[in-house]
């Protein structure tokens, strides 16, 4: 019945390898189940109730993704997704956020989510991933990686605040940044040791170490009832999404975001397991329209933009070829929800001897998350100002001004103005003037 549902012998592989393939992927990316409500709790959000959201969704996406487009990519709630939603569009004006109410950003994110699936239906989806310039993609990708290693840093209390220079180095002899630095070399070490779930076991190994320096307070309990999805759970508010200043900016970004994320991810798996024919991936329709349900559902619940996870390699690695692997990892996430108390005690903060809240157990995996969104650096055209500049631009001004949206935005409008002044401007896609021009009327009106 499993060979006939997910065509295991004609994709080459068997129900253990699927299974051992399911696990793989799992353990590569649970650090989310910590990270995600530790990041969403900084909008105001219960934590408890995120990370059921965050575990109910992966699960459910996942399996979709297994049933609909018989891949072995997994989804959960997004690295960089996440802190655009609490930092950027949750966060205090006075920090350069925007202030929206969390249950507003979950309407927003559910009508991008909407926008994705209509468009999915009928392939828009792939033909607005083709018009973007890729130095823009990559170094978005960049700029997102940079902000969650320094949203790490500041985590684990290495980089601090300081009044003449905005940041500077905090105390490294501190128990906060100690086992920081010791959780980021123990999951780097692992890495290089190619060692599968390293982000995971690293997550685990610094809170056994913060045990011992009264940073993890372990209270025996380690199974319970999953915590109560009630504070998230259909808490959105998407009439008031439109009464919000810069709505529109909110919605394109999120859906801009979404659209890279997963065609960059499917593609990626997909070339890796060898499930790419003639340069294009079979079934790509049903698997962007799971993965924009994942997004839609995932609001319902109270969890930030679900996608495909670069991590689904990992399983891939190990053989996994087929849907099945997916029905593995959804149904971990599923029996995660029972060790609720682990999970706040590895992702709940740290109150440092300087009264600043930490989270020096999973700013690790923050750091290593975004060192290796680095990578995207190397496909930038380095040799031709009119795509460097921008490039550049878009991932300076996101650490900067601490906002995706504007890095963005100096992006768009630097890379089209340069197009146009070196007599390229019909090179690049109508899309791209008309989005920059659009930015500038943001800064000019509003």
Not at 79 to 98: D, E, Q, R, S
Not at 138 to 149: F, K, Q, R, T
Request: hydrophobic share 55%; charged share 10%.
């Amino acid at each position: 019945m499993l060979d006939r549902l997910f065509k295991l012998t004609e994709s080459g592989t068997t129900v253990r390898t699927e299974i051992v393939a399911g696990i793989t992927t799992f353990m590569t990316m649970s650090y989310i189940i910590f990270v995600q409500p530790a990041i969403l709790a900084h909008a105001g959000m219960d934590f408890g109730a995120v990370m059921t959201a965050t575990c109910v969704a992966s699960a459910l996406a996942t399996l979709l993704m297994g049933f609909m487009a018989n891949y072995p990519v997994a989804l959960a709630p997004a690295m960089g997704h996440n802190f655009f939603f609490a930092f950027t569009i949750c966060g205090a004006v006075a920090a350069g956020g925007m202030g929206y109410p969390w249950q507003v950003a979950l309407g927003a994110n559910f009508i991008a989510g909407a926008l994705f699936i209509i468009i999915s239906r009928w392939g828009v989806r792939e033909m607005i991933m083709n018009v973007i310039p890729e130095s823009l993609k990559h170094s978005i990708a960049v700029g997102i990686g940079l902000l969650i290693a320094f949203l790490g840093l500041q985590w684990g209390g290495i980089v601090v605040d300081a009044p003449g220079t905005l940041v500077t180095m905090g105390d490294l002899g501190s128990p906060s940044a100690l086992l920081t630095l010791a959780g980021t070399a123990i999951i780097a070490l692992l890495m290089a040791r190619k060692l599968k779930g390293a982000i995971f076991l690293g997550i685990i190994a610094a809170a056994l170490i913060g045990i011992p320096l009264g940073i993890v307070k372990f209270s025996g309990e380690i199974v319970s009832l999953p915590p109560s999805i009630a504070p998230t759970f259909l808490k959105l508010n998407i009439v008031d999404v439109f009464l919000h200043e810069g709505f529109a900016t909110v919605v394109f970004v999120l859906f801009f975001l979404a659209v890279f994320d997963t065609v960059g991810t499917l593609v990626g798996v997909a070339e890796r397991a060898g499930l790419v024919r003639d340069g294009k991936l079979p079934r790509a329709r049903q698997a962007l329209l799971a993965d924009a349900i994942g997004t839609a559902t995932g609001t319902l619940l109270g969890t930030s933009t679900v996608t495909s996870y670069i991590e689904s390699t990992a399983g891939v690695s190990v053989g996994g070829r087929t849907g099945l692997a997916n029905m593995v990892t959804g149904i971990f996430f599923l029996l995660a929800l029972f060790f609720a108390p682990i999970v706040r005690i590895i992702g709940g903060g740290f109150e440092s001897s300087a009264g600043a809240v930490l989270y020096p157990v999973t700013a690790p995996a923050l750091i290593i998350v975004g060192s290796l969104m680095l990578q995207s650096v190397k496909h930038v055209v380095w040799d031709d100002v009119t795509e460097a500049v921008p490039a550049f631009l878009t991932i300076v001004m996101m650490q900067l001004a601490l906002s995706i949206t504007e890095g963005i935005a100096f992006g768009f409008i630097s890379y089209s103005l340069l197009k146009v002044v070196g007599g390229k401007a019909k090179s690049v896609h109508w899309l791209i003037h008309l989005l920059a021009v659009l930015f500038v009327l943001r800064y000019l009106f509003l």
